[in-house]
């Protein structure tokens, strides 16, 4: 089956206990033994649960992978897979990547022994310069948060399968719907649900998929004994999101491919960062390894932060807040929102100024989405 197809029928659907064609919120923490050590499939929603096995059925499919896991949030999802390591592993990882991450990984995952070294993931002397005796791990997002680099798989995959390296890949911004990193032999992809997945801005969530059956059970230990799941509710709102992935993500596409165009002309407009746009520094690789280029867009306007200030307090249907890849269209400086926690020398190091904006394009009309841009622009340069 299809893509298009996978997104509403992968797992046990309809129900076979009911036939109910929407799947069932098993909304129950233990199930009733058949007999004394004799389970009827289920026993403890740690574990397992119904409504969480179609979803993580649905992820592993979409993503072309053995097994998907639903976790508590995206942070759940990768502080689980970075217990694969032990202390003393080292982990490369790119360097402009979710602000979360760069805490967890500096912030509490260091304190348990590992160590990180961050590169720009754009060259293979780069990654193999940070690569030590201990390395386990390389770590990338396809496409970065917030500067939306685009990283050549098969060089990375081929850097790590010749020193049998884990790749981890956060395919948060691209979807399964515009790449599927394990076809190009990641080991594991990450995301958080909370964005295009579930896509309505109601849920946090996140997954894994892995590439192979035994880091499938690896990760289903690690789960269970970390207790790190996703509620029956919230699994049941992220399935409902992702039988409209593909028709979202298409229109999420078109919105942003014509807002990078629009901002590209407009002399208020420093830079504009978009795989979409030929300028881009990753559109040459985005093109090869991916269906289509997201829905995120990312810009610096001139005047400096005044002029940042009023663009943000200005918009009106673009909404002044954090995260990204709803159907509502929102937009937030990168320094106060994603990357607040992350210390202001390392930002400016990697590129993430506090005049870089970050746009999530949602699905209102596009000439609404214009007007709205345009207007704000015209004060901001006023009050610049
Ligand atoms: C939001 C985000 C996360 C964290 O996910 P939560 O669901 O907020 O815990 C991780 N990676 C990327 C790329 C994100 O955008």
């Given at each position: 089956m299809r893509f298009e197809t996978l997104a509403i029928h992968a797992g046990d659907r309809p129900d076979a206990a009911t036939g109910a064609i929407s799947v069932p919120i098993y909304q129950t923490s233990t199930f009733v033994f058949e007999d004394v050590g004799k389970t009827r499939g289920w026993d403890y929603s740690r574990m397992a649960n119904p409504t969480r096995s179609v979803l993580e059925a649905t992820l592993a499919q979409l993503e072309g992978g053995k097994a998907g896991f639903a976790f508590a949030s995206g942070m759940?999802?990768?502080?689980t897979v970075m217990h694969l390591l032990k202390a003393g592993d080292h982990v490369v990882s790119l360097d402009d990547m979710y602000g979360g991450t760069?805490?967890?990984?500096q912030g509490v995952m260091n304190a348990f022994g590992l160590e990180f070294t961050f590169v720009r993931m754009d060259n293979k002397q780069t990654i193999e310069a940070a690569i030590r005796p201990n390395t386990r791990m390389l770590w990338l997002e396809t496409v970065s948060n917030p500067l939306l680099n685009?990283?050549?798989l098969e060089m990375v995959v081929d850097i790590a399968k010749r020193r049998t390296l884990l790749t981890v890949a956060d395919n948060t911004f691209a979807t399964p719907y515009f790449l599927r990193p394990i076809e190009y032999g990641v080991d594991l992809v990450v995301h958080s649900t909370s964005k295009y997945l579930n896509g309505h801005s109601d849920v946090i969530g996140g997954a894994v998929v892995t590439a192979t059956d035994e880091l499938a059970q690896r990760m289903q230990s690690l789960l269970t004994a970390m207790g790190t799941c996703a509620s029956p509710f919230d699994c049941w709102l992220v399935l409902r999101g992702i039988e409209t992935?593909?028709?979202r993500m298409k229109q999420h596409e078109e919105n942003a491919m014509a807002v990078a165009s629009y901002l590209k002309e407009q002399?208020?407009?420093r830079r504009v960062l978009y795989p979409g746009l030929e300028s881009h520094k990753g559109h040459e690789i985005a093109s090869r390894q991916m269906k289509g280029f997201g829905g995120v867009v990312s810009l610096e306007l001139k005047g400096g932060v005044e002029s940042v200030n009023a663009f943000l307090r200005n918009l009106k249907v673009f909404s002044l807040a954090e995260s990204l890849g709803g159907l509502t269209s929102l937009a937030g400086q990168s320094a106060t929102t994603s990357h607040v926690a992350v210390p202001k020398e390392y930002r400016e190091k990697v590129g993430i100024t506090d005049e870089l904006i970050r746009l999530s394009v949602g699905?209102?009309?596009i000439d609404d989405l214009i007007e709205d841009l345009e207007q704000a622009i015209r004060i901001a340069q006023m009050e610049a």
């Open positions: 759940a999802a990768e502080t760069y805490t967890l990984f685009v990283i050549d992935l593909p028709v002399p208020a407009v699905l209102e009309n």
